[in-house]
């Protein structure tokens, strides 16, 4: 058994802003070489989290370290070993690629001839070569991210926080940016990224924590998560005149609660054996004369895990329109 | 050993001031407009106020050209209505997660401040000079040497440059770029209009002319005024302990401040 290195270690931390509690006792652990995720809607404390671990805003309490130094009393010393990219893209318009990871290498002290030198080697390896004498403001959403990104690799960090690195990016752009992140991983860094997409943490994250309203409400591998659930997924989807009729059937049947999506109307409901429990509710719809549209078994997603555990209230990203119904 | 690691963090301040002065310079550079418009601001106040008031104040002064009244007040006026910049660039900063940014690298945080009062300054240089040219090309007439009209720039200069780590300070207490333009007026208008910068001040009511002697806008402007005209110079002396005044309090309470800013 070798034990792992842990690399961010973060406990009991909250910051309060009055009443909001943004950070409300959160303790998480991230090992050397892993892709950590935090999952959760708007406004459940994940920025403040990450601002927290970049030295950016001290916790009211609770400890937080990294690599064994406390962001509390060793700020500078831990800025030398982080890179942060941000929700927003802090590129600046009026620079072009090249003077801005120039300026951030002179802001790192590194030497010129050096920062010269990475500032060549990130913009080829950010395929921002070509546009690298451009300033920013031309520059399409995921060639921002990727100039953010490098801007923050500049000081060649051990650990890297990525705040909601492809929110707003259209599918290829996201997929592009993971197989970089995958890469910097693949080197040895450490990562810690925030997001909204259950997709992106199933993809990237080796470890999630989902977090709701400053706590964290499930930690654990996504394989973890979705087997915590451990049940099938069964879902229905029927004409919507049939819509009532199949509810109370199903919940009958399954002697559950049924979950229904709001936007596709389909109907569903957990079972420890889901191809026997869709062979019962196909047979009571028979009976009632009711013809399915659609019918599947799955095993649950994270989009389920997250809907279960944090309660359906938050439905700000569209990929989690599902609420639960009684 | 000590001074050494003191030299060489001192060192390291200077280099990241000037990387962030480098970077504020370029958005001038990149934003013509911004600096083109700040600076026909002030070459309006200049034509209106020459062209509107310069009549009835030389009738009631005859022989003298108001021009040579009014550029000096119009010189000051300029540097501290530019002031009102810097608080605004600071929170589009702040706002636009370039802050975050350069807080997250192991800098030195005052930088992020100095950097954006001393690229500021350079801005203000330009258009101050500027109206020195708009000025003479209107008829104002130097009366004393060069080493005095250098002197006049550099307190109008000086005073300008205290006055913006004021504004900057305010811009992060109030920390809206809309609301700060408007509290910086309330600071900046009085100070330049009850002033000698556009009419003497023996023409305002006692009570005002209290206030107006002896603020520092008045006493910049007439020691402008003497370097540039000729004439007694001992205010010169008030400006600086003014400036130097308002830099001992404003830059330590601004960099406080920056600290708790998010």
Redo the contacts between chains.
Sequence with gaps: MDKKQTVIQVKNVKKYYGDVKALDGIDLRVDKGTIYGLLGPNGAGKTTLV?VL????EPDSGEVTVNGVDVKHHP?KI??M???A?????V?D??TGR?TLM??A????VPKKEAKKRTDELLRRLSLSDAADR?AKTYSGGMRRRLDLG?SLV?KPEVLFLDEPTTGLDPRTRQELWHLIRELVDEGRTLLLTTQYLEEADALCDYISIIDRGKVVKQGTTNELKSSLGRDVVEVKVEDKNQDETLKIMSSVAKCDTIVDDITKSISVRAAKGADMLVKIVTQLEKAGIKPKDLSVHRPSLDDVFLAVTGNKSTSSSKLNKRGEK | MESSTMMKSFR?TL??I??IV??NI??FR??PEIIVFSSIQPIMFLLLFNYVFGGAISAATPGAKYINFLLPGIMAQTALFSTLQTPIALIEDLD???I????????SRAAVLAGRTFADSMRMTFIVLIMLVFGTILGFRYQAGGGKLMAALGIVLLFGYAFSWLTATLGMFIRNSEAVQTAGFLFVFPLTFASSAFVPVDTMPNWLQVFSRNQPVTQLINSVRSLMLGGPTDQVWIIITWSLVIMAVFIPLAIWKFGKT?
Excluded: C, N, W
């Design positions: 601002r970049a030295t950016l805003i500078t800025r030398r982080i890179g942060l941000g929700q927003f893209a802090a600046d009026f620079l003077e300026m951030v002179r802001l790192y002290h300033p801007a000081g | 390291m280099s990241d000037g990387a480098r970077r370029m958005r990149r934003t636009k997660g370039a975050d940014r350069f807080r997250s690298l192991p800098m998010v």
